[in-house]
């Protein structure tokens, strides 16, 4: 017979895994008698597109990383963050991907085969090249679009511009 620990240990396994069955937010799962422990159901976790681009300009790759996490792939909080040097410099919760589209009256539920199509297609669409670029490519198309900018970019990055030179962006 096995002990409530072992069986916990057993059940915890179990539940990670995702072998337990009836899962909702978390799972109760017997240890023995009466007792029951109750843990968190794991996410499900879709990788929607990883990319390697240097976009701080010290000659390493940063990663940008577009994941989906939620309780099935039917429905996915989107996560989009750049990695550089080892830690997240910038993250954003970007709207949840569901099988649910359109508005009002035109609001319908994808099939399974055609909302796994659009993942496959969001993340593709959302890392595309000229999407993200590198502080020199960045400021080689300000000087191109807007070349009086460019002066001020030092001051948006040391955390905002001088009062008197906010007209002068607003232009």
Known sequence: MMSNRSTWIIATLLCWSGAASGQTQTD????????????????????????????????????????????????????????????????????PLTRTVGLDARRRRLSPSAHRTRLREYGVWFLEDGKFTSVDGFVGWLRDAEPRHVALVPHVIAGGLPRDTRPFADT
């Open 28 to 95: 109760s799962i017997a240890v023995g008698g009466d007792a029951r422990v109750t843990v968190p159901h794991k996410d499900t976790i879709v990788v929607l597109g990883v990319k390697e681009r240097d976009l701080t300009g010290d000659g390493r790759a940063d990663v940008l990383r577009l994941i989906g996490r939620g309780r099935t792939v039917d429905s996915l909080g989107v996560t989009f963050s750049i990695e550089s040097s080892g830690r997240i410099v910038f993250e954003l919760r970007c709207s």
